[in-house]
């Protein structure tokens, strides 16, 4: 699987929108950006995933660029729940595990 | 949507006691899981690969006399460390990927504590 580099940490103010940004360079053409978050002492939480398309759920939008070699997690309105490490992580959409690095920590203060 | 269970969620036990932790997919079938541990302040770590049917695949430098994998069913596997040691306290999560799905999204348990005194 292709690396990931994330900022180890980032700050935003509830209520606004926080930006997560992801670098994988050396994705290959069949492997998909997958976004995890782990809350304290919980098991990781699946937010989203992409191939090559901007994504968007209920919870957050997927923005990856055109070369695909890094892409932003956007949460809309961030809110003190959404405190918590955040994982991104470039796999193939097979039977393998998901190899996780050590993501970003976002704090949402009021 | 689809959901995976573990159980026990915290769990302490005496050093040289045997300890297992039951992972399940409730709403799905799984022929693979896998098994993470996470030290404090560190990130995921992949221990070993869980099929159904035969026998585990363990990850380098994870033993696997001392943690005993069992996937017996489609919706169950079992990790039980064996002998525990204060130095296998960590928290284990298990994860499955829905086999019938589209989405590729692999599934976590809310994990198990383990503390061993």
């Known amino acids: 699987d292709a690396k990931t580099t994330q900022p180890p940490s980032m700050d935003c103010a509830e209520g606004r929108a926080a930006n997560l940004p992801c670098n994988h360079s050396?994705?290959?053409?069949?492997?998909?950006v997958y976004w995890y978050r782990q809350i304290h002492s919980q098991g990781p939480q699946y937010i989203i995933h992409g191939l090559k398309n901007n994504e968007t759920n209920e919870m957050a939008s997927l923005i990856i660029t055109e070369d695909r070699k890094s892409s932003t997690l956007i949460l809309p309105h961030a809110t003190l729940r959404d405190t918590a490490v955040y994982y991104c992580i470039v796999s193939s959409n097979s039977g393998y595990a998901l190899n996780f690095g050590k993501g970003t920590s976002l704090l949402v203060t009021p | 949507g689809a959901v995976v269970s573990q159980h026990p969620s915290r769990v302490i036990c005496k050093s040289g006691t045997s300890v297992k932790i039951e992972c399940r997919s409730l709403?799905?079938?799984?022929?693979?899981m896998f098994w993470y541990r996470q030290f404090p302040k560190q990130s995921l770590m992949l221990m070993a690969t869980?099929?159904?049917?035969?026998?585990?695949?363990?990850e380098q430098g994870v033993e696997k006399d001392k943690f005993l994998i069992n996937h017996a069913s489609l919706t169950l596997s079992t990790l039980t460390v064996t002998s525990a040691h204060p130095e296998d306290s960590s928290f284990y999560i298990c994860s499955a990927r829905d086999a019938g799905g589209r989405t590729g999204e692999l599934f976590f348990g809310e994990g198990s504590r383990l503390t061993v005194l």
């Open positions: 869980s099929n159904e049917g035969s026998k585990a695949t363990y």
């Open positions: 709403d799905f079938q799984a022929t693979t």
């Open positions: 050396t994705i290959s053409g069949n492997e998909y």
